[in-house]
């Protein structure tokens, strides 16, 4: 079942009804984080954007996440609020040190693999997929190759924020979105980070366009240009 695209939203969904595509989402505060530091991040956007999420993993071949958003989230990274399939879920997790005890290992909603540097037992339900070590760090263009390979194509990179830097520094998405709720936590679980720019002529431009989400702003940037 194909996801239900909203007729004033067509042009955020356009792009994303190619065969292929690798986007990053961080819902984060004005002042750039994504969650209190020991809290919870799940309510930092309106139901808004929570639809769109929904949305976007009804889209994708497979939704991505780091450890930490598993930790500290324990997300289930399935679609309940818009018509369409559960992606496969893919958690990147170099040590395999997470326990079995989170619910997207338990809940057999989905195929569910376990990113990590060293074959062993997935926790729960999951797969162990045992990924490339580059510069002491799990090497995230050798996970999507294998993503890839299994015909997932569409790549849904969810959180946290360390994973969609990750994602955006090696150059690997296609779009980033970043969605703005109007408040400020003044500390917290950082959201996106990019490496600094020594000058403005050498800060990150691409074509970008903003939709409102409720109370929240959403900044959509093309990244394949």
């Known amino acids: 079942m ?4 909203p007729p004033a939203d067509e042009s955020l969904y356009a792009p994303l009804q190619a065969a292929a595509w690798r986007l990053g989402h961080l819902g984060q505060s004005l002042d750039g984080f994504i969650g209190t530091a020991g809290g919870r991040a799940d309510a930092i956007n309106g139901p808004e954007n929570l639809d769109h999420l929904h949305r976007l993993r009804a889209l ?21 609020r818009v018509a369409g399939d559960n992606p496969v879920r893919v958690v990147v997790d170099p040590r ?9 290992f338990q809940d057999g909603a ?27 760090a799990l090497a995230l263009d050798d996970l999507f190759a294998q993503l890839a390979a299994r015909g997932l ?3 849904f990179v969810e959180g946290g924020g360390q994973t969609v830097s990750r994602c955006l520094a090696a ?38 366009r903003t939709y409102a989400m409720g109370a929240d702003v959403l900044f959509d940037f093309d990244l394949s240009v």
């Open 2 to 5: 194909s996801a239900a695209i």
């Open 60 to 80: 994708a071949d497979a939704v991505v996440v780091g450890a930490g958003t598993v930790v500290a989230d324990d997300p289930r990274l399935t679609v309940r």
């Open 96 to 104: 395999g040190a997470l326990l079995p005890d989170h619910r997207v």
């Open 110 to 136: 989905a195929p569910t693999l376990q990113a990590s540097l060293e074959p062993g037992p997935a926790p729960g339900r999951a797969e162990r997929l045992v990924v490339a070590r580059r510069d002491g």
């Open 153 to 155: 194509r569409r790549i």
């Open 171 to 208: 150059g690997l998405l296609d779009r980033l979105q970043l969605c703005l709720a109007p408040l400020l936590l003044g500390g917290g679980r950082r959201g996106l980070a990019v490496p600094e720019a020594a000058s403005m002529a050498e800060a990150l431009r691409a074509p970008c």
